[in-house]
């Protein structure tokens, strides 16, 4: 199983870029992956053709009206370990004996 980060934004449209960012946050919610949305980017759980099919959607949307894209994306694959959106986060808690701010 693979937890994948990423952000992506499109270059020289605005300062804001929040409409852009909706329209794949969009496109993760339909796609039935678990994620997770943070400020600087959403994290994606799943087999890695599975989450590295929904950031290739996330850029064929964009690039539609955009002529200048970044995107960053940071992966970490673990062996016969998934749920680990909220079982890392629950481990952090544990050791701390205290809830997390999310």
Not at 18 to 40: C, E, F, Q, T, W
Not at 52 to 76: G, L, P
């Amino acid at each position: 199983m693979v937890l994948l980060e990423f952000s992506m934004s499109p270059l020289g449209k605005s300062e804001s870029v929040g409409k852009y960012v909706a329209r794949s946050l969009d496109v993760i919610d339909k796609s039935g992956v678990p994620y997770r949305l943070n400020p600087m980017g959403t994290v994606l759980e799943g087999e890695w053709e599975q989450v590295f099919a929904v950031v290739q959607k996330c850029y064929e949307r964009m690039k539609k009206d955009c002529n200048r894209i970044s995107c960053t994306i940071k992966v970490d694959y673990r062996k016969n370990h998934s749920g680990r959106l909220q079982s890392k986060v629950a481990s952090i808690e544990k050791k701390l004996k205290r809830s997390m701010k999310q």
